[in-house]
């Protein structure tokens, strides 16, 4: 609230005149004191801090991080086998993670590393947002994203979802410079960049395609010579990534459904914070306000500064989501969370429309309204999910643990639900854990473990014999119609073959323990 308070103190810096320019990319020169854009950044920042780490361990590892946690622990051969067979796609953030979990196990640290990069975003867009603009609008957009619960909700997750944004707005500001002042230095950090935010995950491919869109709406003569080179310097750099997409496709994604349009209306709901409708539609105004400001300029080509920025924000926010939408409609990869990476571009372009009202107490006063209902979509969050199904692996893990006899085993009818359930047996004390009969291909985790593949009939049909108790996790086995066929198999060969079964259910998860021994705890 102080910080909502404070930007409508701030003096707008002055802004050179683009018309009496020939240059379409301007460099933007404040006359506003450093001390108060820091104090006021600062403030910010510790808000931003505060919102991400808050009960930043009350929520159970689910399956996604399960298998960053495992696949980061992987010994080095294994570790490259997995990213170059299955998960290339957010490689960058693996090597952070690995580098990162030597020096603590708990959920709180783990996701800190994640906290981390949300909360250096912060400040990397108020520095964007000044170079396009001016520290006024720099200052809204922080706070923004500062209050955001899709920010903070990706944040607390041992994920790519923070990092990769976090890089794409670094890329952005070299892109920036680059066009302003096409140095060695500039070229060479956004070329950078711009590959590290690729290789953190497939889809900030959309944002450098978005900054190629926006370059062509310039005036050839004033683009760097050497953009093209530079265009294809990216290119090859990420080419292991295309090479890898054309040879494996997208099956790890056959889970996602064919978006409809309602899916459009709930992924800027939870882009601009789960505020609700209200919410989301305060935000289309203050974008909707940012934009008619720009058409007000033309939209003759070729675009100056004062227009092309908000062209090119508006395509970097719009382009990826639409495009997705469209080829989803052959291809199914529509994932909202996926598009974190437009955040920064909308909380830019919605402050760039902020700033422009007048008088500023009421830019004050919409700034707490964003803000009120920014918190109730925090305080939503913090209570529960609400863009995922969160599989209770904590408490089932320990379930088990606490109730394993020696000579138990344990199968998990999805191989890739065993990756949470290896970290809380690591973190867990336990006397007698039970020993993983599948997915198993060795005496410790592998690469073939991650996706083996539902249990053969045969093998399942081997067990009873084998085994006196065995431990089943069942997990997304659910289809319209009932049970899986698995689900159903292994129901009926061990009501067979064992006479007890204890079942006990969690959120998302069914634990039944078979048993043939006289005496069961």
């Known amino acids: 609230m102080f910080a909502a308070a404070a930007v409508t103190m701030t003096t707008r810096m002055s802004v050179a005149d683009t018309s009496q320019t020939p240059s379409p990319i301007q460099k933007r020169t404040p006359s506003y004191p450093a001390y108060l854009s820091l104090t006021l950044l600062t403030a910010i920042v510790v808000i931003a801090s505060l919102l991400r780490f808050h009960a930043i361990g009350q929520k159970n590892i689910w399956v996604d991080e399960g298998v960053s946690i495992a696949l980061a622990r992987l010994d080095w051969y294994n570790f490259v086998r997995i990213l170059w067979r299955h998960e290339a796609n957010m490689t960058l953030y693996y090597l952070f993670l690995r580098a990162w979990l030597p020096f603590g196990s708990s959920e709180p640290y783990i996701r800190t590393l994640s906290a981390l990069f949300g909360i250096a975003t912060i400040p990397a867009v108020f520095v964007l947002a000044r170079r396009m603009f001016d520290v006024r609008v720099g200052l809204i957009a922080s706070l923004l994203l500062a209050v955001n619960a899709y920010a903070i909700r990706y944040s607390q997750e041992a994920r790519s979802y923070s990092l990769y944004p976090f890089l794409c707005v670094l890329s952005t500001i070299y892109f920036l410079k680059y066009l302003q002042q096409s140095t060695r230095t500039n070229r060479i950090a ?7 935010t690729v290789y953190a995950h497939f889809f900030a491919g959309l944002l450098i395609i978005a900054q190629y869109i926006s370059v062509r709406l310039l005036d050839p003569k004033t683009v760097p010579s050497d953009m093209k080179k530079t265009w ?4 090859f750099s990420v080419a292991p990534l295309l090479i890898f997409v054309a040879t494996t496709g997208v099956g790890v994604l056959r889970w996602v459904p064919r978006p409809r349009l309602s899916d459009l209306r709930t992924c800027f709901l939870f882009l601009t914070g789960n505020g609700g409708t209200v919410l989301m539609l305060l935000y289309a105004a203050a974008v909707a306000g940012a934009m008619a400001n720009s058409l007000r300029r033309g939209l003759r080509r070729p675009f100056y500064f004062e227009t092309w920025r908000y062209a090119f924000l508006f395509v970097w926010l719009a382009f990826p989501i639409l495009f997705v939408f469209l080829i989803s409609q052959l291809k199914p990869l529509f994932v909202t969370r996926y598009f974190v990476f437009t955040i920064p571009a909308l909380v830019i372009v919605a402050a760039a ?44 893990s320990r379930y088990v643990l606490a109730r394993s006899e020696p000579g138990d085993v344990i199968l998990f009818h999805q191989p890739i639900t065993r990756m949470p359930y290896e970290y809380y047996k690591s973190v867990t004390p336990a006397e007698n854990p039970p020993a993983v009969i599948y997915p198993q291909h060795g005496a410790r985790l592998m690469f073939r473990d991650f996706y083996a593949g539902r249990p053969p009939d045969a093998f399942l049909a081997s067990i009873p014999a084998s085994y006196q108790r065995i431990w089943v996790a069942l997990s997304y086995n659910q289809l319209p119609t009932g049970p899986d066929p698995t689900t159903r ?24 323990l078979y048993s043939n021994a006289t005496e069961t705890r």
């Not at 956004?190 to 590290?196: D, E, K």
């Not at 294809?232 to 290119?235: E, M, P, R, T």
């Open 489 to 512: 198999f292994l129901t009926d060969l061990f009501k067979k073959d064992y006479h007890a079964v204890t079942v006990r259910e969690f959120p998302g998860i069914e634990v039944r």
């Open 190 to 196: 956004y070329v950078v960049l711009s590959v590290l």
């Open 232 to 235: 294809k310097h990216i290119a």
């Open 353 to 396: 429309g902020l700033a422009r009202i007048r008088p500023r107490s009421v830019v004050g006063a919409l700034l707490l309204v964003f803000a009120f209902l920014s918190f109730r979509g925090d305080g939503a969050f913090y209570q529960k999910d609400f863009d995922i199904s969160r599989d209770d692996w904590r408490a089932a």
